[in-house]
């Protein structure tokens, strides 16, 4: 048995319902733990995410230096413009979304609270033909 098993990625934040809420949408998820100050949520994929509220808690400002980014998530999806249109619904906001050439096409977001995400398209893998 490992003696380190995989943990959770854990966001702080002043209002841990909210955020949950976000990413419980936008992953297609379920809570699983709550308490007062923590709630962890499952995507649909098995994603796992907590966040744990931080009266403080102040968002990076990336791309800007002065506070710049200290970690980001990178979410993959099939269709950039889909995921696009939900995240804004949700209450998120795009960063960077130039789209950039190439299979590894991504935008850059952030969520109600600030943190920064990105989408990565993920290439098509249709048969070869011929």
């Known amino acids: 048995m490992a003696l380190v098993m995989a943990g959770v990625v854990v966001l702080d934040c002043a209002e ?14 379920e809570e699983t733990d709550t308490s007062a100050n923590r ?13 744990r509220r931080d009266l403080t808690a102040t968002p990076p400002s990336w791309p800007r230096p002065e ?7 990178d979410f993959q999806v099939t269709d950039l413009d ?8 949700l209450g998120g906001r795009p960063i960077e979304t ?10 850059g977001y952030a ?4 943190h920064s995400f990105t989408l990565c398209r993920t290439p ?3 048969p070869k033909l011929g």
């Open 82 to 89: 889909e995921a696009e249109r939900r995240i804004i619904g």
């Open 124 to 126: 098509t893998m249709a």
């Open 111 to 114: 969520d109600p609270a600030g």
């Open 39 to 51: 709630i962890d949520i499952r995507g649909a994929d098995g994603t796992r995410m907590g966040f």
């Open 67 to 73: 506070n710049s980014l200290q970690a980001h998530l």
């Open 16 to 29: 841990p319902e909210k955020l949950a809420a976000f990413y419980r949408e936008l992953l297609d998820g």
């Open 98 to 107: 130039k789209d950039a050439a190439g299979p590894f096409e991504e935008r």
